[in-house]
């Protein structure tokens, strides 16, 4: 396991944390670029990064509809890297994505570098290559929506020895037996899920929410609460409800595709997310829901 | 340990919220599929509703032609024209045994959403079918079956409104309903249980068949053969042949040839990838799924069958379109009997064998009729 955290200390010094998601490539790496500095300008203290999959099942229409602009652009794993080589932002990054992009990176289907591939045997799908040049490029954490705890030990292995964090995502349908496989494997914080579905923005936040972070609270790892978050009042509520930290995707999504000026929308809107975020944490104690 | 694991192959790839349903479904079917009277009423349902056993036919006049023994298992006899019916009868029954009120299915052509209609219409289940837009306008005829049964028809317009973006948002709609919906998966294929639930409730194709050629022959068959797409039809067929000396022939969707950039055939052509919440093999990123039988349109395959070629168990080949339809035409003209596009597959490769003279009989999955083909036929032999 990761025991020097590069994300669990930034959730930990700028509690609460916002986390901000965006598609990489949509619609474009170099406009993603401008995209992440405004938000880690605006106040995003950890930042996601999707690098797109073709069959992205975890995702409502908005993010899918990222994914098919930042695919249409031509975004493949090694443009992704090379952006994150690029950043220069202060909040640690990282990567989600779908399972089946880590093995393919393996496998040889997309060089990493010429040298490189001619001197090494490819043994089939090993999410190792991946790993490592993420590590390579700076990323401090990976995150895969598909790979379930019970399938993620090579995954696992890959990150620790670079140092990545993995980070897992909690349903409301997860408990009991699960929910401590799951918890025994996670780094970096814990994705709580904040109702069930796909990503997307939604109107309320979910009484799911408190129910989630009661049964997470015997684990000592940052709880950050994602699914349908679009205002700076539902992170507020959020982080009064217990949480470490928000996570926002749909909706700074949705200020990609609609906006006029995108870059000072972004950054107002992480502005505004983070400020909910910390009224949330300075509100009296909770009530037990 | 994974689950459902094919030597590597299947898995539960699929998001967090679906685990904790796919368990619980998992732990159904054990528990409940098991029992007696579950299997006694689907054993009704099969007989009375679906029409099993259906027959084994010597094919006499092809048999005469290429001078091997060919027999067909005549699953194209059943209610709704096709082998879909054995499973959607035992996943229906097993979801109102778990008490679900609601099914959920995706379909393209219309095939798998109208044996799913029919079976929440014979278990009073509200059942709802994802089917894209595309799909809905050139398959009208099963759009109206379906909405007479009772189903609704979910028209999906999002991304190429095709048959992937029905399945997402069928998984869409099972995330957000997961404790009252059954999803019912058309084939042997997605996360476990699927593969291997289907492949239990399809697997009374082979051991009917293997009854059959007992009795007619006195012996198993030399070889079976069927087409695959997903893959249930075959994956029923060979089950109950598997520790048999009987060897296992399996027809892909070779579209425009295997080595083309139109093709289903991720056995022939594709490597090991995950998709669609399994481990399995696709076919290429650059090349695009295409087969003339619906059915066989899918990228990527059961991941039993993914397991059967890394053993060698089972010889998979690519049978282009234009070999489908010649065995579609050969087998109207020889025996009277208009088989499925997807099923002509494996037609054509049965004759394949029997010009290679390597076996005396041959079994051949009929997995479905071709009355539904008809609009291509016409259009192939300007009819």
Redesign the interface.
């Known amino acids: 396991m990761n025991t020097d955290s590069e994300i669990e200390r930034a959730i930990r010094e700028n509690h609460p944390a916002l986390i901000t998601y965006l598609t990489a490539g949509d619609p474009s790496l170099e406009e993603t670029k401008a995209y992440v500095e405004a938000l880690d300008r605006g106040g995003a203290d950890l930042i996601e990064l999707g690098l797109p999959f073709s ?1 992205p ?2 995702e ?2 908005t993010i ?1 509809a990222a994914i ?1 602009r930042a695919l249409e652009a031509g975004t493949t794993p090694e443009r992704f890297f090379e952006l994150v080589d690029d950043l220069e932002v202060e909040a640690p990054l990282l990567v989600m994505t ?3 992009m880590i ?2 990176y393996g ?1 040889g ?1 997309e060089p990493r570098s010429a040298e490189r591939d001619a001197t090494e045997p490819q043994n ?2 090993d999410p190792e290559p991946f790993v490592e040049r993420a590590a390579e490029t700076g990323l401090a954490g990976i995150i895969v ?4 705890a ?2 993620a030990a090579p995954l696992r292995a890959a990150c620790d020895e670079r140092g990545l964090d993995l980070v ?8 009991g037996e ?1 929910l401590d496989r ?1 918890m025994s494997q996670a780094s970096g914080f814990a994705y709580v ?1 904040a109702r ?3 990503t997307g923005a939604r109107a309320d936040v979910s009484s799911a929410t408190h129910d989630s972070l009661a049964r997470l609270e015997e684990y000592d790892v940052p709880k950050a609460v994602g699914f349908g978050v679009s205002e700076g009042e539902h992170a507020r509520e959020i982080v009064e409800a217990g949480a470490d930290g928000v996570i926002v995707g749909s909706a700074l999504i949705d200020i990609v595709a609609e906006s006029e000026t995108p870059v000072a929308d972004l950054e107002a809107k992480a502005c505004e997310l983070k400020g909910g975020a910390e009224r949330g944490a300075n509100a009296p104690e909770p009530e037990q829901p | 340990m994974s689950q459902g694991d094919f030597e590597g192959y299947g898995g539960r790839h699929v998001p967090e919220p679906l685990l904790e349903p796919l368990e619980q479904l998992a732990d159904a079917y054990d528990d409940v599929s098991a029992t007696d009277e579950f299997q006694t009423e689907l054993r009704d349902l099969l007989e009375e509703f679906a029409g099993r056993p259906t027959p084994i036919y010597y094919a006499r006049n092809l048999s005469e032609r290429y001078g091997v023994d060919i027999y067909l298992k005549r699953e194209d006899l059943l209610h709704g024209g096709a082998h879909k019916i054995n499973n959607v009868l035992g996943q229906g029954l097993l979801a109102k045994k778990a008490g679900r009120e609601r099914l959920i299915a995706e379909t393209g052509a219309g095939q798998h959403g109208v044996a799913t209609a029919m079976v929440g219409a014979l278990l009073d289940l509200e059942t709802e079918i994802y089917m894209g837009k595309k799909d809905v306008e050139r398959q009208e005829m099963n759009v109206f079956r379906m909405r007479l049964m009772g189903a609704d028809v979910n028209e999906v317009t999002r991304g190429d409104a095709g048959l992937a973006d029905a399945v997402d948002a069928a998984l869409e709609d099972f995330a957000e309903n997961v404790e009252d919906t059954h999803y019912l998966v058309g084939s042997v294929v997605g996360p476990d249980p699927f593969p291997r639930m289907v492949r239990d409730f399809q697997s009374v194709i082979g051991e009917e068949a293997r009854e059959q050629m007992k009795a007619k022959t006195g012996e198993l068959p030399d070889a079976a053969v069927a087409c695959v797409g997903g893959g249930s039809n075959a994956i029923g067929l060979f089950h109950a042949f598997r520790d048999d000396d009987v060897a296992f022939y399996g027809a892909e969707g070779g579209g425009e040839g295997t080595d083309s950039k139109r093709h289903a055939a991720p056995l022939s052509s594709g490597d090991d990838e995950v998709l669609h919440g399994m481990k399995t093999r696709v076919i290429d990123e650059d090349v695009e799924v295409h087969s003339v039988s619906a059915g066989l349109d899918y990228p990527g395959v059961g991941p039993e069958h993914a397991m059967f070629d890394a053993v060698g168990r089972c010889e998979y080949t690519g049978i282009t379109d234009d070999e489908a339809l010649a065995a579609f035409r050969e087998l109207s003209e020889t025996e009277g009997i208009i088989p499925a596009l997807e099923s002509s597959h494996g037609v054509a490769r049965a004759l394949q064998l029997a010009d290679d003279g390597e076996h005396d009989t041959i079994l051949v999955n009929l997995s479905g009729r071709g009355d539904k083909d008809m609009e291509t036929a016409a259009a192939t032999f300007d009819l």
Do not use: C, W
């Not at chain 1, 929506?145 to 379930?148: E, I, V």
């Not at chain 1, 897992?168 to 408990?175: E, G, M, Q, S």
């Open positions: 069959e099942i975890a409502g229409p899918q098919n779908y399972y089946n093995l393919q496998s289907a089939g799908p929506p598909d790979l379930p019970e399938e897992f995502i909690v349903a409301p349908t997860t408990n699960r799951i899920q069930l579905g796909t």
